[in-house]
Antibody
Framework: EVQLQQSGAELVKPGASVKLSCKTSGYTFSNYYMSWLKQMPGQNIEWIGN????????GYNQKFKGKATLTVDKSSSTAYMDLSSLTSEDSAVYFC??????????WGPGTMVTVSS | IQMTQSPSLLSASVGDRVTLSCKAGQNINNYLAWYQQKLGEAPKLLIYNANSLQTGIPSRFSGSGSGTDYTLTISSLQPEDVATYFCQQYNSWTFTFGSGTKLEIK
């Protein structure tokens, strides 16, 4: 069974950084892309970027370049996303999702990030 | 590519046939997925490639369309179908989502 386990909720101060994790099981991590997506409360879903589990190759939504950095640890089948220089506009739920040919077939439960002083 | 969903809110009765629409800003060559998101949960994939039913999804859900215009149909609405439904295109990098249709039971 494919499972994506995300790290817990974060409360961070403006200007700080945060690193979110997404630990996977039930499939061959190195054969798939992992995407990260953002959803602000009551809002649309935005695609942040992709990272390939095999070689760590990345692709980003231009809007999130400089804000998000995606990495993987193949040894633990875990994907990570660093968010930097956080502002209130970064307060949202962040999902990791396995990408298959561009659509997202398995999703993590989401991590809520709250940026507040 | 801009994705426009309509209506934004839909109220229907149990057993009704329900149709949700999604319009792309340009031809997306059937590279369209539909997701269901219940309150407080992650989205769930229902349909991919415009009309392929994801494994484990009830057959009352179906997708159709081509070019720029796509439809998600629920043949007989059930109480557990209360959710927000999003479409997503993957024809062009950057992948984009519609703003969603919230489906309620009358």
């Amino acid at each position: 069974e494919v499972q994506l386990q995300q790290s817990g909720a974060e409360l961070v101060k403006p200007g700080a950084s945060v690193k979110l994790s997404c630990k996977t099981s039930g499939y061959t991590f190195s054969n798939y892309y992992m995407s990260w997506l953002k959803q602000m409360p009551g809002q649309n879903i935005e695609w942040i970027g992709n990272i390939y589990g095999g070689n760590g190759g990345t692709g980003y939504n231009q809007k999130f370049k400089g804000k998000a950095t995606l990495t993987v640890d193949k040894s633990s089948s875990t994907a990570y996303m660093d968010l930097s220089s956080l502002t209130s506009e970064d307060s949202a739920v962040y999902f990791c999702a396995r990408a298959t040919d561009g659509y997202f077939d398995f999703w993590g439960p989401g991590t809520m990030v709250t940026v507040s002083s | 590519i801009q994705m426009t969903q309509s209506p934004s809110l839909l109220s229907a009765s149990v057993g009704d046939r329900v149709t949700l629409s999604c319009k792309a800003g340009q031809n997306i060559n059937n590279y369209l997925a539909w997701y269901q998101q219940k309150l407080g949960e992650a989205p769930k994939l229902l349909i991919y490639n415009a009309n392929s039913l994801q494994t484990g999804i009830p057959s009352r859900f179906s997708g159709s369309g081509s070019g720029t215009d796509y439809t998600l149909t629920i043949s007989s609405l059930q109480p557990e179908d209360v959710a927000t439904y999003f479409c997503q295109q993957y024809n062009s990098w950057t992948f984009t989502f519609g703003s969603g249709t919230k489906l309620e039971i009358k």
